[in-house]
């Protein structure tokens, strides 16, 4: 069974940080490369960042660039989101999905080009 399970969300202060994490299971770890993306209250669901799995290379949306850094350890087939500087619109349900190796580079903020979801955690920011 495909699995992405997705943690780490909370309640924390603006200004605070938190660690997501996503850990894979079902699937050939190795043959995706992983994005993150969020959907606030009454908002579509939006590309935050992605990274690739044979070059690293990361990818981030002009929204969070210089406070989110996105991180992989294939050993553990888990991919990390580090947010800094937390603001109350960064207030979503977090999910992370899979998306075909090589694609990070040209679909990494599609959300209908990534083929296995995670449940979402919750990241709550309080002003």
């Known amino acids: 069974e495909v699995q992405l399970q997705a943690s780490g969300g909370g309640l924390v202060q603006a200004g605070g940080s938190l660690r997501l994490s996503c850990a894979a299971s079902?699937?050939?770890?190795?043959?995706?490369?992983i994005g993150w993306f969020r959907q606030a209250p009454g908002k579509e669901r939006e590309g935050v960042s992605c990274i690739g799995t044979s070059d690293g290379i990361a990818h981030y949306a002009d929204s969070v660039k210089g406070r989110f850094t996105i991180s992989r350890d294939n050993v553990k087939n888990t991919v990390y989101l580090q947010i800094d500087s937390l603001k109350p619109e960064d207030t979503a349900v977090y999910y992370c999905?899979?998306?075909?190796?090589?694609?990070?580079?040209?679909?990494?903020?599609?959300?209908?080009?990534?083929?296995?979801w995670g449940q979402g955690t919750l990241v709550t920011v309080s002003s």
């Open positions: 079902g699937f050939t770890f190795d043959d995706y490369d």
């Open positions: 999905a899979a998306l075909t190796l090589g694609r990070a580079g040209y679909y990494c903020f599609l959300a209908s080009m990534y083929d296995y």
